[in-house]
């Protein structure tokens, strides 16, 4: 779009379009800056009084955080919220940083290391309660995110209370 397209619209609006467009050319345009600093972080309440985050994206995080063993969809959560499933997307993806099916991903995830680090269930349990009936994925996932199989990080875990090192504390 050229500064020649200008033409049916109003002072303001000219001015206003031919910044973006010069800014635009120059690379300088503002980017979106996520919610986020740390991808998966649960939402609390100052950060909707704050203004940080769309009351809706709040609500749904809150929805996911409750039932994470729920077979959640794209669909459900954006019906949640009576959005469109793109708009939904897009909006959670501005305050969150992250797509709604990662978010859920990284909430499941966390929630199976705090049940590795905290209970002796077997790891076919702690799937079904987190939702994730499918072993490969969720050690594929698993892998990724942490560095280790949930196996071999339960025992590394627990090795390390065994020895006296403080739980924060990296090896």
Not at 31 to 55: H, M, Q, Y
Not at 58 to 76: C, P
Not at 119 to 128: E, G, M, T
């Amino acid at each position: 779009m050229g500064l020649r397209n200008f033409k049916n619209l109003s002072n303001s609006s000219v001015t206003r379009a031919k910044k973006r467009f010069k800014q635009r050319q120059k690379g300088e345009r503002k980017k979106v800056l996520p919610v986020f600093t740390k991808p998966g972080r649960i939402l609390t309440g100052a950060d909707i009084w704050s203004s940080r985050v769309d009351g809706r994206i709040f609500y749904i995080t809150k929805q996911l955080v409750s039932n994470l063993n729920y077979d959640w969809t794209i669909e459900e959560m954006a019906g949640l919220v009576e959005l469109s499933v793109p708009h939904f997307q897009r909006l959670f993806k501005i305050n969150t940083g992250i797509s709604p099916m990662a978010y859920l991903r990284d909430l499941r995830l966390e929630r199976a290391c705090e049940r590795l680090e905290s209970s002796f269930q077997q790891l076919k349990q702690i799937l079904a309660h987190i939702g994730m009936p499918d072993h490969s994925h969720f050690t594929r996932d698993f892998k990724v995110k942490f560095g280790l199989t949930p196996t071999e990080y339960r025992r590394q875990h627990w090795q390390k209370i065994q020895n006296g090192s403080p739980l924060g504390a990296k090896s």
